[in-house]
């Protein structure tokens, strides 16, 4: 069997397994699954059918920078969703092209869905949140802000930024990172973090 015969399926069932079996049972986009499938398997398609006309690096290159352009500017999506279409995206290139040995491309995919499924775990950072925070004070010192935000919040406040400062509605936006108190963690929270971190 050719490289590109092998490359073929593995390529597949790495995108099943990270597009429904990890992204779709933690974040519940049909839209994205839906992207991320076709965006795979749209590229490994068309990077099969090219690699063979001596483009190769160029036209992988070409394909990623031109693909994300476009993906990006289309609509809002969070920075977890991002990570998912780049390895979606690289997935395909890999196996369109599989270079090297023929065990090579689906060794590589299996080992991006393993990193995604490992460093993207809702155990692994279930206590540490980002969130985009209105005061209703305005608070000119800097100093004040993050004892307030740590009442408002129960959490112990590890970064914030001041986003805006309207000193005629009265009121501060801050960007922030906090870690959840223990005590503060409510209890419907952890039972959904649970339930789809496998």
């Keep these: 069997m050719s490289g590109l015969g092998i490359a073929i399926p593995a390529d597949l069932l790495a995108i099943a397994l990270l597009a429904y079996g990890t992204y779709f049972r933690r974040y519940h986009r049909r839209d994205l699954l839906l992207a991320y499938v076709a965006l795979n398997v749209g590229v490994l398609a068309v990077t099969a059918m090219l ?4 483009a190769g690096m160029g036209l992988g290159l070409g394909l990623f920078g031109i693909l994300s352009i476009i993906r990006l500017r289309s ?46 775990h809702p155990r692994l950072t279930l206590r540490s949140r980002r969130q985009r925070v209105v005061l209703d004070q305005a608070y000119p010192d800097t100093r004040d802000i993050g004892p307030a935000l740590e009442r408002l919040l129960q959490a112990d406040v590890r970064y914030f930024v001041v986003l805006d400062l309207d000193l005629v509605t009265d009121t501060t936006v801050v960007d922030v990172r906090f870690r959840v108190r223990h005590n503060a963690v409510p209890a419907n929270t952890v039972r959904r973090f649970e339930r789809y971190a496998s």
């Design 51 to 54: 690699a063979g006309s001596g």
């Design 75 to 120: 609509d809002s999506i969070t920075q977890e969703e991002v990570a998912y279409y780049f390895i979606a995206l690289a997935m395909g290139l890999v196996n369109g092209l599989h270079p090297g040995p023929f065990w090579l491309a689906p060794a590589l995919s299996f080992l991006l869905v393993g990193l995604m499924y490992v460093v993207d």
